[in-house]
C-alpha cells in the first residue's frame, strides 16, 4: 500500500456520513465539470459491494466528490477498498486513485 492511501473508517451502519474524495490528477484538481461520477466498493477478496453507483460532485471546479451508502453498503466490519469513476460526455472513463491502488474503507464492528 502506497504511503498516500486514504483510510475513511465508520462504525457498522454507520450512514449519515458519506465517504468523500478530492480527485487530483498530476497534482492538479480534476474538473468535474460535464462529467458524471459513479463509486466502486469491494471487500479485500474482490467480492463486489457497491457496483459504480451515482456519487454526488460537491464541487465541480474543486474536484470534489462524496458518496452517501446505502443501506447493505456498510452492514457488515472489514475492511474494503473504494474508488471513484468519472465519465465524461464521450463515455470516456477514468478512475481515481488512478494509481492502480484504491483507498481503504475500514467498517467497524460497533462496541457490545
Same mark, same amino acid.
Given at each position: 500500500?502506497?504511503?498516500?492511501?486514504?483510510?475513511?473508517?465508520?462504525?457498522?451502519?454507520?450512514?449519515?456520513?458519506?465517504?468523500?474524495?478530492?480527485?487530483?490528477?498530476?497534482?492538479? #484538481? $480534476?474538473?468535474?465539470? =460535464?462529467? +458524471? @461520477?459513479?463509486?466502486?466498493?469491494?471487500?479485500? &477478496?474482490?467480492?463486489?459491494?457497491?457496483?459504480?453507483?451515482?456519487?454526488? #460532485? $460537491?464541487?465541480?471546479? =474543486?474536484? +470534489? @466528490?462524496?458518496?452517501?451508502?446505502?443501506?447493505? &453498503?456498510?452492514?457488515?466490519?472489514?475492511?474494503?477498498?473504494?474508488?471513484?469513476?468519472?465519465?465524461?460526455?464521450?463515455?470516456?472513463?477514468?478512475?481515481?486513485?488512478?494509481?492502480?491502488?484504491?483507498?481503504?474503507?475500514?467498517?467497524?464492528?460497533?462496541?457490545?
Amino acid at each position: 500500500m502506497p504511503n498516500s492511501m486514504i483510510l475513511h473508517e465508520r462504525m457498522i451502519d454507520d450512514r449519515q456520513v458519506p465517504i468523500t474524495g478530492k480527485l487530483v490528477r498530476g497534482g492538479a #484538481v $480534476v474538473d468535474l465539470t =460535464g462529467k +458524471t @461520477v459513479l463509486f466502486h466498493m469491494v471487500k479485500k &477478496d474482490g467480492t463486489v459491494i457497491v457496483n459504480e453507483q451515482s456519487a454526488t #460532485v $460537491v464541487s465541480a471546479s =474543486g474536484g +470534489t @466528490v462524496k458518496y452517501n451508502p446505502a443501506a447493505g &453498503d456498510v452492514d457488515e466490519d472489514g475492511e474494503f477498498y473504494g474508488w471513484f469513476i468519472t465519465v465524461d460526455g464521450s463515455s470516456l472513463r477514468d478512475t481515481f486513485p488512478h494509481d492502480g491502488h484504491k483507498f481503504l474503507i475500514r467498517i467497524n464492528p460497533r462496541p457490545s
